[in-house]
């Protein structure tokens, strides 16, 4: 998915990769809203942030965008793991190929240590290192648990 963002931004830094992550999930990848609810007989207070599954070659990548005023309160780690769950359960709008079933796959900026903390959290293990476009970045894997 490879929106990554370099940490803590302002409002208009924000603007350009909630664009680019939108026009990601309109073109037809999987992707969730986060709602915060805090009162149960309302849908929800407010969308806080997306995630967001596309594939990358025969690999499917994960990614998420939380609004600053939620970063660290646990909205990130609780989504993620539930829209895995779902991914695993064979998500039946997407329909993905069963080589795409076995591991996720994630990137994050050099030292965005809020989703470093997430991502293993969720199980993911550092895999790789990167350096293309986006900057310094790593990668990170889940592996479907009894998938080898």
């Known amino acids: 998915m490879r929106v990554m963002l370099k940490g803590p931004l302002g409002r208009p830094q924000m603007q350009t990769p909630t664009i680019r992550f939108?026009?990601?999930?309109?073109s037809g990848n999987l992707c969730f809203d986060i709602l915060v609810v805090?009162?149960?007989?309302?849908?929800?207070?407010?969308?806080?942030?997306?995630?967001?599954?596309?594939?990358?070659?025969?690999?499917?990548e994960v990614g998420y965008l939380m609004h600053p005023d939620v970063w660290g309160k646990?909205?990130?780690?609780?989504?993620?793991?539930?829209?895995?769950?779902?991914?695993?359960?064979?998500?039946?709008a997407v329909k993905p190929k069963k080589s795409m079933m076995h591991e996720l796959l994630a990137s994050t900026h050099e030292g965005n240590e809020r989703s470093?903390?997430?991502?293993?959290?969720?199980?993911?293990e550092m895999i790789?290192?990167?350096?293309?476009?986006?900057?310094?970045?790593?990668?990170?894997?889940?592996?479907?648990?009894n998938s080898g």
């Open 22 to 26: 939108h026009q990601l999930c309109d």
């Open 74 to 92: 646990g909205y990130a780690t609780e989504a993620l793991q539930a829209s895995i769950e779902a991914w695993w359960n064979g998500y039946e």
């Open 128 to 145: 790789e290192e990167l350096d293309d476009e986006y900057g310094r970045g790593n990668v990170w894997r889940l592996k479907r648990a």
């Open 116 to 124: 470093y903390r997430v991502l293993r959290k969720c199980g993911f």
């Open 38 to 60: 805090t009162d149960p007989w309302r849908l929800a207070d407010r969308v806080c942030g997306v995630i967001g599954y596309t594939a990358v070659g025969n690999k499917m």
